[in-house]
């Protein structure tokens, strides 16, 4: 078994700790928020944008099972990373996109997959994605865990969660548990 942590930010939290649950190797998703200013930040708090934080999920995974590409092939295909401080009606820098790297290798192995997708011009507008290393990570409320499940009739899970859900799931089953 080869354990690593990785922290990814792709837009709300609630979509991202969903689709990184379902993957075979993976241990746990957890929703958060990384990169601010603001010890123990609330969600109200990092909502007001005023906090530098990122919602984020942090991601257990055996790199034995599936490696740190693989993670990101996904990570990049579920949100647009092109797009600064946004994803759809989300807006703020609290929904950027970020790859929070915990070793040197992971931004190695970042650095090289932004470089091939920019140079394969699999998006047409450069990749805005931040890559930095990982300081602190707060564990968003309880009610943030596992959202979608909990919550599936909720109307921004309809309108939004549950539509990258089923592109993930049509693009990547071979990925599932």
């Known amino acids: 078994m080869n354990k690593q942590l990785i922290t990814l930010g792709a837009g709300c939290f609630w979509c991202v700790e969903n689709i990184f649950s379902r993957i075979k190797g993976v241990e746990s998703a957890i929703s958060g928020y990384a990169d601010g200013d603001v010890d123990q930040p609330t969600y109200e708090q990092v909502c007001s944008g005023k906090t530098n934080h990122a919602e984020v999920v942090q991601i257990t995974f055996d790199a034995e099972v599936i490696s740190l590409e693989e993670m990101l092939t996904v990570f990049f295909a579920i949100h647009d990373p092109t797009t600064l401080n946004r994803q759809g009606n989300d807006i703020g820098s609290q929904y950027r996109s970020t790859i929070i790297y915990h070793n040197n290798e992971q931004a190695k ?69």
């Open 109 to 177: 192995v970042a650095k090289a997959k932004i470089e091939q997708l920019n140079q394969t011009g699999t998006f047409t507008d450069p990749i805005v994605t931040s890559l930095v290393a990982h300081q602190k990570f707060y564990c968003a409320e309880n009610y943030h865990q596992n959202y979608f499940n909990n919550n599936s009739d909720n109307q921004y899970c309809q309108l939004v969660v549950a539509k990258k859900i089923q592109k993930f799931l049509s693009e990547f089953s071979h990925l599932l548990q």
